[in-house]
């Protein structure tokens, strides 16, 4: 039973949806984020601005996915830290799609720092989620070509295709766990 987070566009979540993953709540921390209508499961969002602060927010947030039945959790473009009281809900079962080869380009910023760093090769990572900042354990990744006349919107979108297919390929193998 898969929780996904999300922030953004949801392309990622599109991705878990289209493989038939079982794919039982969606929650934000925006709720005006795109991501939300693509689900048919429960939907629900956690803005910072309804609760005290981050731990609060987080182990409401952590309490509803339990609810739900979730037992992994994808970050599918979730763009806060996760604190402590979300972690602890779902250990070793959470994690994260990010778009440079970490430990390179960590970050909020990783498609647009690749194309000042002037690297050749960009890069696709699923990793498990820690308290850092994109930085825990390695599950698969994929190198993504950086292309003459690349834009950040090009090479995101080269970035994307290549998680479109290894996010699911790793959400299902932790699945059969
Ligand atoms: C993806 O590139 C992902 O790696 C990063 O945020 C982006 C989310 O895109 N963490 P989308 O919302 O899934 O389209």
């Given at each position: 039973m898969i929780g996904v987070l999300v922030s953004g566009e949801g392309t990622n979540l599109q991705a878990l949806l289209d493989a038939g993953l079982p794919v039982v709540a969606v929650a934000s921390n925006r709720r005006d984020a795109p991501a939300l209508v693509r689900a048919s499961c429960p939907v629900a969002s956690f803005e910072l601005a309804d609760f005290p602060d981050r731990t609060a927010r987080d182990s409401a947030m952590a309490d509803w996915l339990d609810e739900q039945g979730v037992r992994i959790v994808v970050l599918a473009g979730y763009m806060h830290l996760l604190t402590p009281s979300f972690l602890g809900r779902f250990p070793d079962a959470v994690v994260n799609v990010h778009p440079s080869l970490l430990p390179a380009f960590p970050g909020a910023h990783a498609v647009e720092e690749q194309l000042e760093a002037g690297v050749a090769e960009a890069g696709a990572t699923v990793h498990l989620v820690?308290?850092?900042?994109?930085?825990?354990?390695?599950?698969?990744?994929?190198?993504?070509?950086?292309?003459?006349?690349?834009?950040?919107?090009?090479?995101?979108?080269?970035?994307?295709?290549?998680?479109?297919?290894?996010?699911?390929?790793?959400?299902?193998?932790?699945?059969g766990r």
């Open positions: 820690d308290e850092g900042v994109d930085s825990g354990p390695v599950l698969a990744q994929e190198r993504v070509p950086v292309l003459a006349g690349d834009t950040s919107e090009t090479l995101h979108d080269r970035i994307k295709t290549v998680e479109h297919r290894l996010l699911p390929e790793v959400v299902r193998e932790l699945c």
